[in-house]
């Protein structure tokens, strides 16, 4: 049974950096896409980006040009890097890698929580 464990949340003031982390606990075959997603209270669930096999990467529109989407094929993880944090940001952030072969299937991690306050 494949993990996803995710680390780098915490609390950070507005304007801060935050790095997150994905790592699989073994090897996926074909992955395809992974991606993070995050839940705020009282919400629902939304991705925040998503990076193909190919390195295409897509954010959403509240995040364009402070978050950073990356992957490391080699080590099955993937990578947030969050910049200019706003309030709005806090939620418990979730990855995501999506297999493709022998059939498709969606992992997730337990979620992580991002803090942004003063």
């Known amino acids: 049974q494949v993990q996803l464990v995710e680390s780098g949340g915490g609390l950070v003031q507005p304007g801060g950096s935050l790095r997150l982390s994905c790592a699989a606990s073994?090897?996926?075959?074909?992955?395809?896409?992974m991606s993070w997603h995050r839940q705020a209270p009282g919400k629902q669930r939304e991705l925040v980006a998503r990076i193909t096999s190919g390195g295409i990467t897509n954010y959403a529109d509240s995040v364009k040009g402070r978050f950073t989407i990356s992957r490391d094929n080699a080590k099955n993880t993937a990578y947030l890097q969050m910049n200019s944090l706003k309030p709005e940001d806090t939620a418990v952030y979730y990855c995501?890698?999506?297999?493709?072969?022998?059939?498709?299937?969606?992992?997730w991690g337990q979620g992580t929580q991002v803090t942004v306050s003063s």
């Open positions: 995501n890698i999506r297999s493709t072969s022998p059939t498709i299937t969606n992992y």
């Open positions: 073994r090897s996926i075959f074909s992955i395809d896409t």
